[in-house]
């Protein structure tokens, strides 16, 4: 028997996982790093910093490990973009998905006549959340420093030149950046002259079961393995949270609510939605990751928390259980109050970055605690409107499987089923993306047959059942919150510009 481990590079910290062959976690770590938001609508991180994440977190497990280590696979965050000088050494911080100053950038691309067909190609709605957009809008507010880069890189492929020398990026993850043809597995000529990007400044296209040898001596040493220790590539984490969760097969869909959210489903051939607002992104061969992203999952629950549940003592306000017990002294429905719960901007359904919140249907009748369930339903009904346009393109759903923390609050998981009208299966395994890594990468070593096996290692710890007078209280509801975030739509500009 062999051991792997599974490191997710994500947002707010690096998750390792060493598991064994059948997907039981033996050892952990997990180790954040800062985000510098130091200026309207930036999101930045230092590469160092997660590098250093990385390497910390991959010392402490290598030391609990009780057989040979066969691999170490990688998921990462989407959408990340950093400027390399000719020795790899940053030019710049990490821009991550949540930076939104590429906003102008992204509404030039929009009105562009081929921005339909720049989609179709590419699988990624634009917005400013894509390396292509933060490309475009650099060369045009930067342009001695987009010229003087010489690599363009997304994280992971930062941390893999730095732990083995070789500058290499999975088609996973390229899909998510705008610049990559899905169709045919290449760079796409027409975006990278949009971005003022030439294919050779960026990394060596890969697929996610492709491994790396090279491990530098002093590594291998520090970690105790091989220098020739396989490093999986790996792909993006959201693609891998599916295998994780195993939600891979026709109709099983996965549901993520952590402080955003996403909704995402696997089909065989790729499959684009006729109006740009769902993305296509690669998993493995005869495998692609059908959804939509939205930015507001439990960030809506923090304000909620922090703005409408502030004691005397604003440093301590009700916990987040609190919150929720008093939600359930709600009826279904927060008594005809609805809350849009664009506090962030939105990703999908609306992919507008100055989408703006809103509750509807107030009354004096309503007290905090209805605030506080409109404020959860408001969540659940953005994931349902992304859910049904994702069902349009792949089929109904049969289950969904949940992950995130939200996972943990009865209340939630009982809203979630009632709004999709679907059981909610809450696998036993919270680090998904490890998982997904790690599955991975037994298939790419060939100790187990194929991404299939994963279905003997994801144990199910509950399900929760829709209750029909919930359901019946939501379809009445739902259709006129989908009809109020359609008119207001066209307010959200008019809003922005006003100071």
């Known amino acids: 028997m062999t051991e792997i481990i599974g490191v997710d590079i994500g947002t707010t910290s690096t998750k390792i996982v060493l598991y064994d062959q059948?997907?039981?976690?033996?050892?952990?770590?997990?180790?954040?790093?800062?985000?510098?938001?130091?200026?309207?609508?930036?999101?930045?991180?230092?590469?160092?910093?997660?590098?250093?994440?990385?390497?910390?977190?991959?010392?402490?497990?290598?030391?609990?490990?009780?057989?040979?280590?066969?691999?170490?696979?990688?998921?990462?965050?989407?959408?990340?973009?950093?400027?390399?000088?000719?020795?790899?050494?940053?030019?710049?911080?990490?821009?991550?998905?949540?930076?939104?100053?590429?906003?102008?950038?992204?509404?030039?691309?929009?009105?562009?006549?081929?921005?339909?067909?720049?989609?179709?190609?590419?699988?990624?709605?634009?917005?400013?959340?894509?390396?292509?957009?933060?490309?475009?809008?650099?060369?045009?507010?930067?342009?001695?420093?987009?010229?003087?880069?010489?690599?363009?890189?997304d994280i992971k492929a930062y941390v893999l030149q730095r732990l083995c020398g070789q500058l290499v990026t999975d088609y996973s993850i390229a899909n998510a950046t705008g610049l990559f043809d899905l169709h045919q597995l290449k760079w796409d000529s027409q975006a990278l002259q949009l971005a003022q990007v030439r294919a050779e400044q960026l990394p060596q296209l890969v697929d996610t079961?492709?491994?790396?040898?090279?491990?530098?001596?002093?590594?291998?040493?520090?970690?105790?393995?091989?220098?020739?220790?396989?490093?999986?590539?790996?792909?993006?984490?959201?693609?891998?949270?599916?295998?994780?969760?195993?939600?891979?097969?026709?109709?099983?869909?996965?549901?993520?609510?952590?402080?955003?959210?996403?909704?995402?489903?696997?089909?065989?051939?790729?499959?684009?939605?006729?109006?740009?607002?769902?993305?296509?992104?690669?998993?493995?061969?005869?495998?692609?990751?059908?959804?939509?992203?939205?930015?507001?999952?439990?960030?809506?629950?923090?304000?909620?928390?922090?703005?409408?549940?502030?004691?005397?003592?604003?440093?301590?306000?009700?916990?987040?259980?609190?919150?929720?017990?008093?939600?359930?002294?709600?009826?279904?429905?927060?008594?005809g109050l609805l809350m849009h719960p664009y506090l962030n901007g939105e990703r999908a359904p609306l992919w507008d970055a100055n989408a703006r919140g809103a509750y509807f249907g107030l009354t004096a009748r309503h007290s905090r605690a209805d605030l506080a369930r409109a404020a959860l339903e408001g969540i659940c009904f953005n994931l349902a409107h992304v859910a049904k346009m994702v069902q349009a393109l792949t089929g109904p759903f049969t289950n969904l499987q949940a992950s995130g923390g939200f996972t943990r609050s009865e209340t939630w998981r009982q809203i979630l089923a009632d709004s999709f009208d679907t059981t909610v299966t809450i696998p036993a395994s919270f680090e998904s993306s490890s998982l997904g890594a790690a599955v991975l990468g037994l298939a790419s070593l060939g100790l187990i047959p194929d991404l299939s096996a994963v279905q003997t290692m994801v144990a199910n710890d509950q399900q929760q059942l829709p209750k029909e007078t919930n359901v019946a209280i939501y379809r009445e509801l739902y259709p006129i919150y989908e009809q109020l975030a359609t008119a207001y739509q066209p307010i959200y500009q008019q809003l922005a510009k006003f100071k």
Request: include cysteine.
């Open 22 to 153: 059948t997907g039981t976690a033996i050892a952990s770590a997990n180790h954040g790093y800062p985000l510098y938001q130091t200026e309207v609508g930036m999101a930045e991180e230092d590469p160092a910093a997660i590098y250093d994440a990385v390497i910390t977190g991959l010392t402490e497990v290598t030391a609990k490990a009780t057989q040979p280590i066969a691999g170490i696979s990688f998921s990462a965050a989407m959408h990340s973009l950093i400027l390399l000088d000719d020795h790899f050494a940053p030019l710049t911080r990490m821009y991550t998905w949540a930076d939104n100053r590429a906003a102008s950038a992204a509404q030039q691309l929009r009105e562009r006549p081929d921005a339909h067909a720049l989609y179709w190609r590419t699988g990624t709605p634009i917005h400013p959340m894509t390396p292509l957009s933060k490309l475009v809008w650099l060369a045009q507010t930067q342009p001695a420093l987009h010229q003087q880069a010489r690599w363009f890189v």
């Open 209 to 335: 079961t492709t491994q790396l040898t090279g491990l530098t001596p002093q590594l291998a040493k520090q970690l105790g393995l091989s220098p020739n220790t396989p490093l999986i590539v790996g792909a993006s984490d959201g693609c891998l949270a599916n295998l994780g969760v195993n939600a891979i097969e026709p109709g099983v869909a996965a549901i993520t609510i952590g402080t955003s959210g996403a909704v995402r489903v696997v089909t065989d051939q790729p499959k684009l939605d006729p109006q740009g607002r769902l993305f296509c992104y690669y998993l493995a061969p005869n495998r692609w990751v059908i959804g939509g992203p939205v930015n507001n999952g439990g960030n809506v629950l923090h304000w909620v928390q922090t703005t409408l549940f502030a004691t005397e003592n604003p440093d301590k306000p009700l916990t987040y259980e609190q919150i929720t017990r008093l939600a359930t002294q709600v009826p279904a429905g927060s008594h």
